[in-house]
T-cell receptor, first 115, second 114 residues
C-alpha cells in the first residue's frame, strides 16, 4: 500500500490567499484525521471523519478553516483567507476502525508558509 | 493543564546509555496509550503501544502506571539512530464510547552523541 498521500508537500502563499491541502487515506481505512503541528503548540487535532462524516471539528481554529471528505479516498482542508499564523505543518492520518488499539498512519505532511 | 504532558528535553546522551522518558496524562478515563517517534521534518510513526502489564520490544520498554497516571519509555543501549522526538499519546474515552481521537504530548527530544 502507498500509505497516506498528501499534496502539496510544500506551499508558500501570501496572506489573504486561499490554500487547499489534499489527502488520500489508506484504502479501507474508515477514519481520517487532520492535524496541525507547530513548535509552540505541538501536534493538534483539527478535525476527524468516520466513513466520510465529520465527527469532531472542535479543533478547527476558526471559520477560515473548513474540511470536506466527499468520498472514502479523498479529503481536503481549506484555509480562506490564509494568515501568517497559519504557517505550520499539516498532517493527514488514517486508521482502520478508530478503536482503542488502532494505529494511526500519518502522511508526510504539507509544510505551509503564509507570508 | 495539557491533557498529556512531557518534558520537552532535549536529552543529550552518549551512545550506549540508557535513557528514560516519562509522561503524565490528566484524563483518568484514557483507555490506551502509545509512544510515537518523529524524526526531524518527518511524520510521526508508531513506536509501540503501552499495555498495563508493561511491554518490551528489543531495546525499548514501555510501562503504564494507571494509579499515578503516567507512562514511561526506557531505551537501553542508545544508538545514534535513536535521535528523534518521542511523542506520548493517550486515547481517551468519552463515557463508554471511543472518541476515535488521540491526544499527543508535546514530545521529548533525544539526541544521542557518538
Amino acid at each position: 500500500d502507498a500509505g497516506v498521500i498528501q499534496s502539496p508537500r510544500h506551499e508558500v502563499t501570501e496572506m489573504g490567499q486561499e490554500v487547499t491541502l489534499r489527502c488520500k487515506p489508506i484504502s479501507g481505512h474508515d477514519y481520517l484525521f487532520w492535524y496541525r503541528q507547530t513548535m509552540m503548540r505541538g501536534l493538534e487535532l483539527l478535525i476527524y471523519f468516520n466513513n466520510n462524516v465529520p465527527i469532531d471539528d472542535s479543533g478547527m481554529p476558526e471559520d477560515r478553516f473548513s474540511a470536506k471528505m466527499p468520498n472514502a479516498s479523498f479529503s481536503t482542508l481549506k484555509i480562506q483567507p490564509s494568515e501568517p499564523r497559519d504557517s505550520a505543518v499539516y498532517f493527514c492520518a488514517s486508521s482502520l476502525r478508530g478503536s482503542t488499539t488502532d494505529t494511526q498512519y500519518f502522511g508526510p505532511g504539507t509544510r505551509l508558509t503564509v507570508l | 493543564r495539557k491533557e498529556v504532558e512531557q518534558d520537552p528535553g532535549p536529552f543529550n546522551v552518549p551512545e550506549g546509555a540508557t535513557v528514560a522518558f516519562n509522561c503524565t496524562y490528566s484524563n483518568s478515563a484514557s483507555q490506551s496509550f502509545f509512544w510515537y517517534r518523529q524524526d526531524c521534518r518527518k511524520e510521526p510513526k508508531l513506536l509501540m503501544s503501552v499495555y498495563s502489564s508493561g511491554n518490551e520490544d528489543g531495546r525499548f520498554t514501555a510501562q503504564l502506571n494507571r494509579a499515578s497516571q503516567y507512562i514511561s519509555l526506557l531505551i537501553r543501549d542508545s544508538k545514534l539512530s535513536d535521535s528523534a522526538t518521542y511523542l506520548c499519546v493517550a486515547y481517551p474515552l468519552m463515557g463508554s464510547s471511543n472518541t476515535g481521537k488521540l491526544i499527543f504530548g508535546q514530545g521529548t527530544t533525544l539526541q544521542v552523541k557518538p
